[in-house]
Nanobody, 123 residues
């Protein structure tokens, strides 16, 4: 069992940066793939980024590639999403998720989820 708690969201201006954090409480955090998803008002939840056990194994959606960076600190059971050059279309609730399988874009494969943190980007 893994419990996830996101933090770091807030209201920013276009072009600003934010770093979201995901604190994990559970066994063998290093064995889980980590992902970030987001859900904008009136839209379905969508994949943002994923990171496997090997730091080099990352995946990003086209919408955030080159602007966002996912990372993890296994020693401290933390995962991060560094977001730069934010746009109004990045406004959403961001969720951290963990999976015992390989990193995937499919939310159905992620067993554990945080409660989400709101990011609002104004123009």
């Amino acid at each position: 069992q893994v419990q996830l708690v996101e933090s770091g969201g807030g209201s920013v201006q276009t072009g600003d940066s934010l770093r979201l954090s995901c604190a994990a409480n559970g066994r063998a955090f290093a064995n889980y793939a980590i992902a970030w998803f987001r859900q904008a008002p009136g839209k379905e939840r969508e994949f943002v980024a994923a990171l496997g056990w090997i730091v080099a194994n990352t995946d990003y959606s086209d919408a955030v590639k080159g602007r966002f960076s996912i990372s993890r600190d296994n020693a401290n059971n933390m995962a991060y999403l560094q977001m730069t050059r934010l746009k109004p279309e990045d406004t959403a609730v961001y969720y951290c998720a963990a999976s015992g399988a390989s990193p995937s874009r499919s939310e159905a494969l992620y067993r554990f989820w945080g409660q989400g943190t709101q990011v609002t980007v104004s123009s």
